[in-house]
């Protein structure tokens, strides 16, 4: 038998709730978030109890490349451009974390543009979906995972973006074989990361821990838009796709 008492709780136990700390009295979660950033792994590990390869499992820390800084020519330049959300089952703010991510595609390569990523209920999503879509409004193809409060999310949001192509997504495979679809591209190295984003060493830390990571909000967003933005392409040879329906 196996007793782990995460620092931080990862989900509701019997005496303290999803996001407190084991002993409040002694270490805050403001002390633990500071040793949060000085390393996803050891934090994982060490702290959390859930101890992973210190390159990664499916996704590799080194397989990622990354850009300093993309010109607007070249953005410009983009085959195609995309959203990607991956939202929460719960309408709380307590819930899980809702993800939405900005991708552009040139030939073979995939550019991580923009990320957002907060605890957020029904209305907040859907502002956040508006705003995320004003600040990156040349990437009028959105994806929605139809689970979750994705249904409800597609219906009002194509009244309020209706310039956008709104993309309800449904998989038919789990995480993992999604992850797993989509790996060889990274480890091709044809997916570059911004190198001085905010998100994007938690981003790292999420996919090398994946699929034992607590949270998957991240890489789900991910997987979705490299399917759409290589997997799919195939369709060119008279394959059918069958992962989602594009509403008018």
């Not at 950033?37 to 060490?46: D, M, P, Q, S, Y």
């Not at 850009?67 to 959203?83: C, P, V």
């Not at 009244?159 to 995480?175: R, W």
Request: charged share 25%.
């Amino acid at each position: 038998q196996v007793f782990s008492y995460p620092a931080i709780a990862e989900e509701d136990e019997e005496f303290r709730k999803k996001g407190e700390a084991l002993h409040p009295e002694r270490y805050s979660v403001e002390f633990f978030e500071k040793l949060k950033v000085r390393g996803g792994w050891t934090w994982n590990a060490l702290y959390q109890q859930r101890p992973v390869s210190a390159e990664g499992a499916m996704l590799k820390r080194h397989w990622w490349k990354f850009y300093d800084y993309l010109t607007d020519d070249f953005i410009d330049s983009f085959d195609e451009r995309i959203q990607s959300w991956d939202l929460t089952f719960k309408d709380s703010k307590n819930s899980d974390y809702v993800v939405g991510q900005a991708w552009g595609r040139k030939a073979e390569n995939a550019y991580l543009l923009d990320q957002v990523r907060a605890q957020m209920n029904f209305p907040d999503t859907l502002q956040a979906i508006i705003s995320f879509s004003a600040k990156n409004p040349k990437s009028k193809t959105i994806l929605i995972e139809e689970k979750a409060n994705g249904a409800a999310i597609i219906s009002v949001i194509k009244s309020k973006l209706p310039n956008h192509s709104i993309i309800a997504i449904n998989p038919d495979s789990s995480k993992e074989a999604r992850v797993a679809g989509v790996s060889p591209k990274v480890e091709s190295g044809n997916v570059f990361l911004p190198k001085y984003a905010s998100f994007t060493n938690d981003f790292i830390d999420e996919c090398a821990s994946f699929p034992k990571s607590a949270n998957d909000d991240q890489v789900d967003a991910m997987s979705q838009s490299l399917s759409r933005l290589f997997i799919n392409k195939i369709n060119f040879f008279g394959l059918s796709d069958n992962d989602s329906d594009e509403y008018d």
